[in-house]
């Protein structure tokens, strides 16, 4: 799947992406949405392709569950445009979009058993008995809680109610299904089992799912494609992928994982493009983008795409000597800061036994491959 066209943070709208003979399953142009005088949208533009796993990820306040009440029509933008499959939805009431939410605080009637809970809005629409039967087995099957039709939710887990929240809303063969931090309320084990198991359903129902969520890992771990969202705006939208190994923005960068940002100053050369920074001269990959067209720039590199060698070793490109001062086993890898002149950085390294142990106080080369740096927009 290609990447989506980048945002501009300056221009704070996004094109919509190609998809194909068929519109996009959502569509939004110019959103703006105000409470008060705060801005929770401000001119967001997106479009979600139909049946892909789409996440907007940000930090509370942001403006993503916003933007999931405005889909559902819970909410009512102050400008701007919302098409699904092509046809403008902000004149449709929320009860008859082709779509349906799944709540972090499961929302279950505690007087009615699963089966019941997962049956209501059939029933509500007064869909024939014999169906209502047939649908709510399979949506109960696909959420794998067909042997707790007859409990009632003070009797479930939090991972079982969660599934029934997940049932009722796929029982209504919804276009596209809202989830708005379905797992936040979980332990870790459960939420990463979750997680497995929400990819896969999406997978073989082939619906398009919207998750809002402020959980890096579960962004990048779930998505095909996800929107990083700050402050009612979007940031960047791009494949998980390209969007953390890539990062336009020093938002971006911070916020999506662990990043180290290097200011330089921007100077071309016949070795190609150049950055002169604290550690030394620099040189980069531009990964398709264009050349900075300031002449201070700042420089992203992931923590595990720094390289450690021994201080003895050969001087290669892009490297200087740098000193371990403190270490932090994380468990799979342990954390690393290194002083390099008046720079500090954070590298990682595996904790198995073709990598070599470091010891605070060591002194190492560090390595910063060109391809791995990212000069930001801003």
């Known amino acids: ?13 996004c094109s919509l992406p190609d998809s194909g003979s068929h519109p996009p399953a959502v569509a939004a142009t110019g959103l703006v949405k105000r409470f008060g005088g705060v801005t929770a949208l401000d001119q967001v533009g997106l479009a979600v392709r139909r049946g892909e796993y789409f996440a907007l990820l940000g930090p509370s306040g942001c403006g993503k569950t916003t933007l999931l009440r405005v889909i559902a029509g819970l ?18 009431p929320a009860h008859r979009r082709p779509v349906n939410t799944v709540f972090q605080s499961y929302a279950l009637f505690p007087h009615l058993s699963v ?4 049956s209501f809005g059939l029933r509500m629409k007064r869909v024939p008995p014999a169906e209502v039967t047939e649908r709510t087995r399979r949506a109960m099957e696909l959420a794998q809680i067909a042997d707790l039709a007859e409990r009632m939710p003070a009797q479930l887990s939090g991972g079982q109610k969660q599934r029934v929240a997940l049932a009722r809303a796929l ?3 919804p276009a596209v299904l809202l989830l708005d931090e379905p797992l936040g309320a979980l332990d870790l084990k459960l939420r990463q089992q979750l997680q497995t198991e929400l990819r896969a359903l999406q997978r073989r129902l082939g619906i398009t799912f919207i998750h809002v ?12 494609r996800l929107a990083v969202m700050q402050r ?25 994982g662990a990043c180290n940002l290097i200011p330089g100053r921007w100077q071309p050369s016949a070795d190609g493009p150049t950055v ?15 050349a900075p067209a300031a002449e201070d720039v700042t420089l992203a590199i992931r923590p595990e ?3 450690l060698a021994p201080v003895a070793g050969p001087a290669e490109p892009n490297s200087c000597v740098a000193v371990v001062e403190s270490l932090t086993y994380v468990g799979a890898e342990t954390r690393l800061t290194l002083r390099a002149g008046r720079l500090l950085l954070t590298g990682s390294r595996l904790n198995d036994a073709a990598t070599p142990a470091r010891a605070a106080g060591e002194t190492v080369r560090i390595i910063l491959p060109p391809a791995a740096l990212v000069v930001l927009e801003d």
């Open 232 to 256: 009612g705006r979007i940031e960047q939208v791009g494949e998980p992928t390209a969007v953390y190994e890539r990062p336009r923005t020093r938002f971006v960068a911070d916020f999506l």
């Open 75 to 92: 909410e009512q933008p102050d400008a701007g445009t919302l098409e699904m499959a092509g046809r403008d939805v902000l004149p449709i």
């Open 1 to 13: 799947m290609a990447d989506a066209p980048p945002c501009q943070p300056r221009d704070r709208t």
């Open 276 to 290: 002169i920074t604290e550690i030394g001269r620099l040189v980069i990959g531009l990964n398709g983008r264009a």
């Open 305 to 307: 795409w720094i390289r």
């Open 115 to 118: 089966a019941d809970n997962v």
């Open 171 to 173: 029982v209504n063969e």
């Open 213 to 224: 969520t402020h959980d890096q890992t579960e962004a990048l771990a779930l998505s095909d």
